[in-house]
C-alpha cells in the first residue's frame, strides 16, 4: 500500500489566494496511515529525525485512538509541531524502512493532524519556574522559540527579544501563508508563551540594549539566535535595475501586506508582468509561487537538472500544477536594462551534459555550456534566490562574541558558548541557513547547553 496523497487545495482557488494549499489528511485516512506503520522494533526514521521524536510511540498513540496524548508525546522533543507537520522536509520519511518499497509511512501528515486535532483537545497549562537564573533568548525564529520551549519546560524564566513588531522570524516573514498560516503559528506561539515564555518586540539588540545591559538586568545566560536572514549577493551585472529584488525581500513585503491589499501590490513596490526567479531552493520556489498569486508569468531558472531542486518534491508539483514555468540547465549571464533603469529582459546561456574525461570502463559526464546558446528572457522583474547568510552588521552589535572566517558566530563544540562568558549562539547564525527542522533541534540543543552551564 502506497502513501496516501494528502487533500490539497483545488488548483483554481489556490492562484486566487493565500489560502493554505495542503489540507492534510482527513481523520478516516489519519487512521488508517497510522495503522500502517510496522512500529519496529529498531525505529530507523527516529535516527532519520534531527529531533530524536519518537515517531512510533506518537503514531501508536493515535491509532488508539488519543491525539492529545500523541501531541503530548511530540512535545516531549518538538516545541513546534504544526510548523513541522507542514514545513519539515521529512528526513524520517526517508529514513523510513518502507521507503524502500517507495511507501515510507505519512509521518509529516500525521504529525500535522495530531498537531491541530489534538491541540483543539487540550488547553495551556503554565509551567511554573523552579529557579531564578534568568535567561534571555535574541531572535524569535525557529531556534529562538524551540530554545525557548525547552528551557521553560526545564523550569527557568526566558525572555525572548525580537526585532520585529511579531514574534516568529523566518516563519513569519519568510515563509508565506499558503505554506504556514500565521493562524497556525500564533498558535504554536501562543502555546509555548503559556510556559511562562515573555516576548518583547522592536527591541535591536546591540543598539537598543547591549548583551552587557541584559547581564547586569540579572540574565545569567544570553542565547544569539539571530538566523542567517541576509541574501547572499551575487555578481550578476544588472542586479541593482529598479524590478530587481532578493528573495528575502520580495517575500517579506509581500507577507507583511493586509489580505485585502495583497492585488494590489502594485501600491506598495513594482513587480512587473513576467517575472524570473533565478534559484532553485525553497525560497526560490516560494517567490516563484507567491508572483503566480499575484497574476504574474513567472519562471524558475537554475543552471543544474530539475531533480537537483532542494526543496520537498510535493511542493515543486504544487508550483507546477499553479503555472510556475521550471527553467532548468540555463544560466543567467546578465540582466538587462531599459532607458528608465529598470529591467528590461534577462540573458541567458543553454546549458547541457557533456562527456568530459571519459575511458572504456567509464563515463564522467558534467554540466558545460551549451556554445552559441544565448538567448534573452523578455522578463521585467527579477527574484534573486541564491540562499542566506548571516547578518554583516554582526561584528558591529555585538564586537566581543568572536566571528569565524565564513561570518558565523564561533562557538564552542562542546559547551556551543561564544566567546563571550555566559553568551551561547546555535542555529543559523552558526551554520548558515538549512532546513527549519534543523533550526529548531539546534535551538533544544542550545538550551540543553545552557542547561548544563547553569547547574554547573
Known amino acids: 500500500m502506497q502513501q496516501p496523497s494528502v487533500k490539497n487545495l483545488p488548483k483554481d482557488k489556490r492562484i486566487k489566494s493565500f489560502k493554505e494549499v495542503s489540507l492534510g489528511f482527513s481523520k478516516k485516512i489519519c487512521v488508517e496511515e497510522a495503522r500502517r506503520c510496522p512500529q519496529c522494533a529498531d525505529p530507523v526514521c527516529m535516527r532519520g529525525c534531527p529531533l530524536g521524536i519518537d515517531i512510533p510511540g506518537f503514531i501508536r498513540l493515535l491509532r488508539e485512538g488519543d491525539p492529545k496524548a500523541a501531541l503530548e508525546k511530540i512535545r516531549e522533543q518538538n516545541s513546534l509541531p504544526a510548523v513541522c507537520g507542514r ?32 491541540r483543539s483537545k487540550s488547553s495551556h497549562k503554565r509551567i511554573g519556574v523552579r529557579n531564578n537564573k534568568k535567561i534571555a533568548i535574541i531572535g524569535s525564529g525557529p531556534t529562538g522559540l524551540s530554545a525557548a520551549a525547552t528551557l521553560a519546560r526545564l523550569g527557568y524564566p526566558v525572555t525572548i527579544f ?75 551585472p544588472g542586479d541593482n535595475l529598479g524590478g530587481v529584488y532578493y528573495d528575502n525581500e520580495f517575500l ?17 513596490f513594482y513587480v512587473g508582468p513576467r517575472m524570473a526567479v ?96 544565448e538567448f534573452v ?17 554582526i561584528s558591529r552589535l555585538f564586537p566581543k562574541v568572536r566571528v569565524n572566517e565564513r561570518g558565523f558566530i564561533w562557538t564552542d563544540p562542546a559547551t556551543g558558548s561564544t566567546s563571550m562568558s555566559g553568551v551561547f549562539a546555535g542555529g543559523n547564525v552558526t551554520t548558515g541557513a538549512g532546513p527549519v527542522v534543523d533550526a529548531i533541534a539546534a535551538g533544544k540543543k542550545a538550551a540543553e547547553n545552557i542547561h548544563r552551564y547553569l547547574k554547573g
Open 87 to 118: 514545513i519539515c522536509t521529512a528526513p524520517c520519511e526517508e529514513a523510513c524502512i518502507l521507503s524502500e518499497e517507495n511507501a515510507p509511512i505519512g509521518i509529516r501528515a500525521l504529525e500535522r493532524f495530531v498537531a491541530d486535532y489534538g
Open 162 to 236: 525580537e526585532v520585529h513588531d511579531l514574534p516568529g522570524g523566518v516563519l513569519r516573514y519568510g515563509i508565506p501563508n499558503f505554506r504556514l498560516p500565521k493562524n497556525i503559528l500564533d498558535s504554536e506561539i501562543e502555546e509555548i508563551k503559556s510556559y511562562g515564555v515573555e516576548i518583547k518586540t522592536n527591541i535591536l539588540i546591540g543598539q537598543t540594549l547591549t548583551i552587557e545591559d541584559l547581564l547586569k538586568q540579572g540574565f545569567q545566560a544570553v542565547l544569539l539566535a539571530l538566523g542567517a536572514g541576509a541574501p547572499k549577493l551575487v555578481d550578476l
Open 252 to 268: 517579506m513585503r509581500v507577507n507583511e501586506l493586509k489580505e485585502n491589499n495583497f492585488f494590489k501590490i502594485e501600491s506598495s
Open 278 to 373: 533565478i534559484g532553485s531552493n525553497f525560497a526560490a520556489l516560494d517567490c516563484a509561487r507567491m508572483g503566480v498569486r499575484l497574476q504574474r508569468q513567472v519562471m524558475m531558472i537554475f543552471s543544474h537538472t530539475e531533480d537537483d531542486m532542494q526543496v520537498h518534491g510535493q511542493e515543486k508539483e504544487y508550483a507546477k500544477e499553479e503555472g510556475v514555468q521550471l527553467e532548468s540547465l540555463v544560466k543567467p549571464l546578465e540582466i538587462l536594462s531599459n532607458d528608465h533603469h529598470f529591467v528590461a529582459g534577462l540573458k541567458c546561456l543553454r546549458m547541457d551534459f557533456a562527456d568530459a574525461n571519459s575511458t572504456e570502463q567509464s563515463a564522467h559526464w558534467e554540466i558545460k555550456a551549451v556554445e552559441g546558446s
Open 377 to 393: 528572457m523578455d522578463v521585467d522583474t527579477v527574484i534573486l534566490a541564491m540562499g542566506q547568510k548571516t547578518n554583516s552588521l
